[in-house]
């Protein structure tokens, strides 16, 4: 373990290991500085200029991509801070489409978070021509929609689809006021080379990467994700006995807070209105509805009719431990058969 | 699973996932992983970004190809060679760990002899590949520290797929990869509960943590634990169990949780199999393909609906847990099981809960013997674990191998073709894949939004095979071998080189393990989906 470097922050003594920013130091000792475009599984840009403090001897900096040093004095709320910060601010906000209570992000939104810090009027926002919120709704992907309308160009988006997922399908397009998050050819998202792992709709601070048809889920469970043998950890939420979200666990050992389509979008095979819902019992060359009674006592006459050589059982990989433990035991000592296997070899 | 088994002494991942991302070397054969294992992907792609060098050996240039400093697309089923060719120049060139060797290996002298088969002319006759390319991964694998091997079914769906994987921990063990951080063997398993499924002994010859039913010590404590006689021979396979039904031996199946028809290769075969049965029940969470054959349909939970524990890759038990009320009628395979044990008069079926299974696991199973539900709270724990106190384990064979003399077995071994190539009447190689927008088929089939992103089969095939057989993007083709005929839509792709075409096998609408080899691995009893012969034509309308 390497000495922690000691330095004051609002005159606060903080403790923190080398290389750690003086935004992340503040913020694990509980000193909120404001910020957007800083994100703690991603390397620092320092693009949204709201995380500005002032170190004692030096001119005012980015406090996200600057590490701690020895001895600092950090200011965090000056005058000049705080009119340079507003400044910032309110540009972000005159191209930002707030109609905040329809929006998904609402009450998690980072910019609101920052606004209410700030303390940023309606009037401020008055006296500034904004541009035109014209931009389409890219709603191609059948999970996620993309409205660039609310995008503050924090570069999140981008900065996780090259440093988590590692593919690089969206960038900054066109320059100055047009500048904004695209995809190759500014197509819709769709046709592109993303994968819909849904990463960046993860990460995204505001509205602009939003889940379609989200539901808030009533309350969450942590487990783990049913399709591959990768075994990301997922929070699963719910909602009148509902599957209704899914997202990752993070600093999860295998996963480490990801997840594909699969495990973050792909849960609804769950609720699907074709799930068996009573057994079946095979009638006059029909399948109908029985009781488990009745099915149990069926299959368990049926099956007692014949020697352990003459029975199989096919178990499923998809089972948890529990249920193959039971199986083949049940295989083994009462139906008397090895004859037991599963899909692995497919 | 019995490849590495023999080698090493364990069949599982010898490493963590996160691992991967150390790694200085990733030699990918047969996985499409970011696909396959979209997760995994991402540590695959973190270490390139950090500098790793990748090499990915696959018949088709899949989407990791993107990320990779060398692709080798050989002929499908020639791995075997491709991989002996590389452990040949390893050798030649001196670029082998002796050291290693020496103290951690035997078998070394016969396994050099087996090499001198593999000449350059006829590596490089038998993969289609450029000797200089081969020669070139052998030298990045080798000389790159520490270096990973991920494989997945590529390797194993082989008539050969058992020597496939001995000849990938030949690699390793040469170049000393095996017990350092980053490095190992680490075939990535399908399922989510796979690695667990064969931990608990879903497989014919053994119990739970991979005791053997023949081994008399071993039967005598699971008799005396379960309070019943229990047979010492191993049973049917998979494939094998179908094949009995098919010939009138197998009376009656128990199938749980599967879907058969569209997963198991020459699925028409299995339908026949199945429709001889004279009882055929079905647990499963929907009326799949298969599920409709059956005479009694049982309604099993989701994963979503029970508690309990799934083991991943790594060998990491973590617990599953409810998150909603089971739907309808539906119940957890293990109370469905119980309950036609005890109907059958089974003493030892009364659990009130998995952990009370889980429970009498760890006590029947060595590897499992220091795990509970407790310890299982937060993250997980990688067997084996073997007392109570005991952090589990990360990484496989640090000190010594689990083989009886503790030493890595090197293993000679000799090519042998596919079982079907291709010829005048079937010119074409097929070779199934997996998308990422699916899983198997049932589940995902059912979730809505994954069918928008991927909705329908396709058959992807070569520019130079296309325009030879007249095709064009989104034609309708047909695709046929000796045992069935499908119907899919066209994909000219440069991913594909002349000669090999490749299906996906998630729809019912067009099931593509029809076409499928039923040619099996003589130890592993795995089919041979990923060589088939086939020949390809337009449907004109």
Not at chain 2, 250 to 274: D, F, S
Not at chain 2, 314 to 336: A, K, N
Not at chain 2, 338 to 363: H, K, N
Request: charged residues 25%; neutral net charge.
């Amino acid at each position: 373990m390497p000495d922690l470097i000691t330095l004051t922050i609002d005159g606060v003594e903080v403790k923190a290991a080398p290389g750690t920013t003086i935004l992340r130091a503040a913020l694990e000792r509980g000193i909120y500085i404001p910020h957007l475009c800083d994100h703690p599984d991603l390397e620092p840009v320092g693009v949204c200029r709201l995380c500005l403090v002032e170190i004692e001897g030096r001119r005012p900096t980015v406090s996200c991509k600057t590490p701690v040093e020895e001895g600092m004095v950090v200011h965090t709320s000056t005058p000049d801070l705080e009119r340079t910060r507003r400044v910032n601010l309110e540009l972000l906000v005159a191209s930002h489409d707030y109609n905040c209570q329809f929006c998904a992000r609402n009450t998690r939104c980072k910019l609101q978070e920052v606004t209410r810090y700030v303390g940023l009027q309606q009037e401020d926002m008055d006296r500034l021509r904004k541009p035109p919120l014209d931009q389409p709704l890219d709603d191609s992907n059948p999970f996620f929609v993309r409205n660039m309308n609310k995008c503050v160009l924090c570069g999140i988006c981008v900065r996780t689809c090259a440093e988590i997922q590692g593919d690089g399908c969206i960038d900054f397009a066109y320059r100055g006021i047009r500048t904004k998050i695209s995809v190759m050819g500014d197509g819709p998202i769709a046709e592109s080379t993303c994968v819909s792992c849904g990463e960046c709709v993860a990460r995204c601070p505001v509205g602009a990467l939003v889940p379609k048809k989200a539901e808030e889920p009533s309350y969450e469970v942590e487990t783990v994700c049913p399709f591959c043998g990768c075994g990301c950890g997922i929070i699963v939420g719910a909602r009148g006995g509902r599957i209704v979200s899914s997202r990752a666990v993070p600093g999860h050992p295998a996963s480490g807070g990801s997840l594909c389509v699969k495990g973050r979008f792909g849960l609804g095979f769950v609720n699907h209105p074709d799930r068996l819902k009573t057994p079946l019992i095979r009638r006059g060359g029909k399948l109908v509805e029985a009781s488990w009674e009745e099915a149990v006592s069926l299959v368990a006459e049926r099956l007692s009719r014949y020697s352990g050589a003459q029975l199989a059982v096919i178990a499923s990989a998809k089972c948890t431990v529990e249920d193959n433990y039971v199986l083949q035991k049940f295989a083994r000592a009462v139906l008397g058969t090895n004859n037991i296997d599963h899909c692995a070899r497919l | 699973m019995a490849g590495l088994a023999t080698a090493l002494g364990s069949g599982a991942m010898t490493n963590t996932i996160a691992e991967i991302a150390g790694a200085s070397c990733i030699l990918a054969v047969g996985t499409s992983t970011t696909a396959g294992h979209p997760v995994i992907g991402y540590r695959v792609k973190e270490a390139v970004r950090k500098g790793a060098r990748l090499i990915v050996v696959n018949p088709k240039e899949v989407d990791l190809c993107r990320h990779a400093d060398l692709h080798l697309p050989l002929l499908p089923g020639s791995d075997l060679a491709l991989l002996m060719g590389m452990a040949r120049v390893i050798l030649e060139e001196g670029l082998q760990d002796q050291e290693y060797i020496d103290r951690r290996c035997e078998n070394f002298e016969a396994f050099k002899k087996s090499l001198k088969a593999f000449s350059p002319e006829f590596v490089a006759r038998t993969t289609g590949l450029p000797w200089e390319k081969i020669a070139q991964a052998a030298r990045i694998y080798a000389t790159s520290k520490p270096a990973t091997i991920l494989y997945c079914m590529g390797i194993t769906q082989h008539s050969h797929g058992t020597d496939n994987v001995l000849a990938i921990s030949n690699l390793a063990l040469l170049t000393g990869n095996l017990g350092r951080v980053s490095g190992g063997v680490n075939p990535l398993r399908g399922q989510n509960n796979v690695q667990g499924a064969c931990d608990m002994g879903l497989l014919p010859n053994v119990f739970t943590g991979y005791q053997r039913v023949e081994d008399p010590a071993v039967r005598e404590k699971f008799q005396r634990a379960w309070g019943y006689p229990l047979k010492g021979t191993p049973g049917l396979t998979h494939t094998e169990i179908f094949d009995a039904a098919h010939g009138g031996k197998i009376k009656a199946i128990y199938l749980v949780g599967e879907n058969p028809l569209l997963t198991e290769a020459n699925a028409g075969h299995v339908r026949e199999a199945l429709e001889r049965l004279e009882f055929f029940v079905v647990q499963d969470i929907f009326l799949n393909e298969t599920a409709a054959l059956a005479d009694v349909v049982l309604p099993a939970a989701s994963f979503a609906e029970k508690e309990g524990t799934f083991v991943n890759t790594e060998r990491r038990v973590q617990r599953v847990r409810q998150v909603i009320e089971p739907v309808g009628e539906s119940r957890p395979d293990w109370w469905i099981t119980c309950a036609l044990a005890r109907e059958m008069g089974g003493r030892g079926f009364d659990f009130q809960s998995p952990e009370e299974i889980f429970r009498e696991i760890t006590a029947l199973t060595p590897s499992f013997a220091g795990l509970s539900y407790r310890r299982l709270e937060r993250g997980g724990i990688q067997w084996p674990c073997p007392t109570a106190d005991h952090p589990g384990t990360p990484i496989l064979h640090r000190e010594k191998f689990a083989t009886p003399s503790g030493k890595g077995k090197l293993v000679p071994l000799s090519y042998r073709p596919p079982a079907e190539t291709p010829d005048g009447r079937y010119p074409l190689v097929l070779t199934t894949e997996r998308s990422i927008f699916h899983y198997h088929s049932t589940m995902t089939r059912h979730s809505p939004g994954l069918d928008d992103l991927r909705g329908e089969e396709e058959l992807c095939l070569s520019p130079e095979d296309a325009r030879r057989l007249g095709i064009v993007d989104g034609d309708l083709v047909e695709v046929v071998s000796r045992r069935g005929r499908v119907e899919v839509k066209a994909r000219v792709t440069r991913a594909c080189r002349p000669g090999v075409v490749s299906m996906s096998f998630h729809f019912a609408e067009c099931p593509t393990n029809t076409l499928t080899s039923p040619a099996r691995d003589p130890v592993a009893k795995i089919p041979e989906t990923k060589v088939c012969a086939v020949r390809v034509s337009k449907i004109s309308r």
